[in-house]
């Protein structure tokens, strides 16, 4: 069956408009060739001259040729960004987060994403066992780089455990396939306490190292243990002496690696840091930070940001300045608030008048052992901000709100929480230029 693409806008003064295409119509082919999904779609409208059949809204079908210029695009938008359908995950992870939710809370929360096509379009981490050889195929005809792959372990057999997936171990092959055609992959590696950590770790970094240059880096990062955990694999979080053998190994290869190839490749997200009591390592470790998303070097560049910002306010002469006066108030996770503490103190020197409160917010919703605020909660910052010296105005990062969207993980919003903190909450970037620029603005 012929799949249709229903478009959902034209773009004003576009080739789609001129051709009068319409909201409602549907696309059916390009060039005669028809189109699975977006990625179809953006390399057969790549050419100078194509074909473009489409159907419109009475039925009537429509053989339009277009010529353009070379990447010009139609200006057309689809119902679904994907044209395709999302792929669930077949999976049953030991480490899943999805499956450590609390119930009742909205239904998109628990949707199990792992689809190749989302890594490229969202940098989303996908474990390859969804991917069938056409999937792989048309990664390499298209050249799609990069894939952001979730290793977890290089060992088949215990790949197939910790995925509950027979099919798992098998499905690092295609690594292999995805390699020697040039396609260039980051990896991750959640790392489970007597599953996949130790001599684990250590061979999983030493066959992933035989995949470099194509392979640019992998993230270590610990599995995150929510408290509702009831029924599933007993998983324990790991401690400071654990985090500080996790670390040493990790930067073990990353002198190996640096030495042979010239890049770390291997990374501890900051948590490991964090947990063992170490500083963080220095910018130039962090090969461009390409791991940010999972968290590795998130800190280490705020940090840097925030200096830099600050040298600039001085150079400005915006800063030291008495007349900047105020109070205000910042609310952060356990992870980072030790550095978001130091940062305000900082401020305040340079402005005496100005004060600012700083609140780390422990993860009631989700569990202790969750500490980055990207998985705080409204009720959680009410219930822990109530009473408390706020100021004229709370700064949150923007991390805690789900993308796009001035809600809250458990549905709060933030009008809710400024009506019930009674204080205007501002919402900053996750860089330490808008930090600093946040708290200055008068």
Known sequence: MQKTHIIKKVLPGSIAEELEIEPGDKLLAINATEIEDIFDYQFLIQDIYIEVLVEKLDGEQWLLEVDKDVDEDLGIEFESGL????????NKCVFCFIDQMPPGMRETLYFKDDDSRLSFLQGNYVTLTNMSDHDVE??????????????????????????????????????????????????????????????E??????????????????????????RFREGLYPLEPFDGQEAARVIDLIESYQKQCYDKYGTHFVHASDEWYILAGRELPEAERYDGYLQLENGVGMLRLLLDEFKEAMEEKRSQSVIPNPGIKGELSIATGLLAFPYIKRMAEEL??????????????????????????????????????????????????????????????????VGELEKALQVPVNIVKSSGCEFVQAILEQ
Not at 83 to 90: G, I, N, Q, S, T
Not at 173 to 199: E, F, P, S
């Open 348 to 413: 305040m020197q340079e402005c005496v008048g100005l004060q600012i409160h700083v609140y780390p917010i422990t993860n009631r919703f989700f569990g202790e052992n969750i500490t980055v605020s990207g998985l705080l909660t409204g009720q959680d910052l009410e219930a822990q901000l109530r009473g408390k010296p706020l100021g004229e105005r709370l700064l949150l990062p923007e991390n805690v709100l789900r993308s796009g969207e001035d809600v809250f993980l458990d549905d709060m919003t």
């Open 83 to 90: 044209m395709d359908e999302y792929r669930h995950c077949c």
């Open 201 to 226: 770790l250590e061979y999983s970094i030493q066959e992933l190292m035989k995949y470099i240059p194509n392979l640019e880096s992998i993230s270590v990062v610990p599995v995150g243990l929510t």
């Open 138 to 199: 048309r990664i390499c005809r298209y050249h799609l780089s990069p894939i952001n792959i979730s290793f977890q372990t290089m060992n088949p057999e215990l790949r197939c455990r910790m995925l509950n997936n027979r099919f798992a171990g098998e499905a690092l092959k295609k690594v292999d396939t995805l390699n020697q055609a040039g396609i260039r992959m980051n990896g991750q590696i959640v790392l489970c306490k007597g599953l996949n950590d130790g001599a």
